[in-house]
């Protein structure tokens, strides 16, 4: 462990994803309130990317979890916030309401986890890494209406997706829009994932790097990865309607 029993790069690897997402929103503000064609923003290799990165922070929120003193106080805090965000979203940006974002997302993922602790902690760490990460990727396509991916994938029937509480599992109905889109299924497969490798780093069986401090930087911006989270739209929402009266 580090200094005061930290793991440095969780910290270091959650502020760098938080910082791209900031960087993700910056540019599709930029791209809706049509100052730049950034036309690349639609392109699949695009989306792997901010999935990439999104997978990460949500993969080391569940790690974060064996580390936690209360599991419990942290996702009713974050469904609270997710509840704030929704309402200034809607009330800001009707256009663009965050209705299951990350943070409802985490909520939900803690709670359930402090819920489930004493059956999760029978399971093996490598065996919940595994089968979460696995249960992740066939379940990817769930909220575009299928399941698996390739030649082993199917559709799903179309009566699941019914409205909004659906949504939330990862079964959209029509119509539904959320400018951060992260429901159950796939990503709680993810989270699960991260509380299998968070046994692992816990017990200090990672490689000796993880545990050393590399960027005070990316470190600060994890611990404050909340924080930052729930200003950065707003923040860069109304950066971004300012220069477009001032050009």
Request: some cysteine; hydrophobic content about 55%; charged content about 10%.
């Amino acid at each position: 462990m580090g200094r005061h029993g930290r793991i440095y790069f969780l910290d270091e690897a959650r502020g760098l994803s938080i910082l791209l997402m900031v960087l993700h929103h910056a540019a599709y503000d930029a791209a809706f309130l049509q100052i730049f064609p950034l036309g690349f923003l639609g392109a699949d290799w695009f989306g792997a990317i901010r999935a990439f990165f999104a997978g990460v922070f949500v993969l080391i929120s569940g790690a974060a979890c064996r580390l936690s003193r209360s599991n419990l106080r942290r996702g009713a805090k974050c469904l609270l916030l997710a509840a704030g965000l929704w309402a200034i979203t809607g009330w800001l940006f009707p256009a663009q309401p965050i209705r299951f974002g990350v943070l409802h997302l985490l909520g939900c993922a803690m709670l359930l986890f402090a819920c489930l602790r004493p059956l999760l902690d029978r399971i093996p760490p490598s065996f919940s890494a595994v089968a979460g990460c696995t249960l992740f990727f066939v379940g990817f396509g769930v909220p575009a209406g299928r399941v698996g991916f390739g030649p082993v994938g199917m559709a799903l029937p179309a009566f699941l997706y019914r409205d909004a509480f659906t949504a939330a599992f990862g079964f959209p109905g029509p119509g539904y829009f959320s400018a951060d889109y992260f429901p159950l299924i796939p990503w709680l497969f993810l989270f699960w994932a991260g509380t299998g490798l968070g046994v692992w780093l816990r017990l200090g069986r990672g490689p000796r790097w993880l545990y050393r401090s590399h960027s005070l930087f990316l470190a600060a911006a994890g611990r404050r990865s909340l924080w930052i989270y729930l200003v950065h739209q707003p923040v860069l929402y109304l950066f971004f309607l300012v220069l477009c009266r001032w050009v």
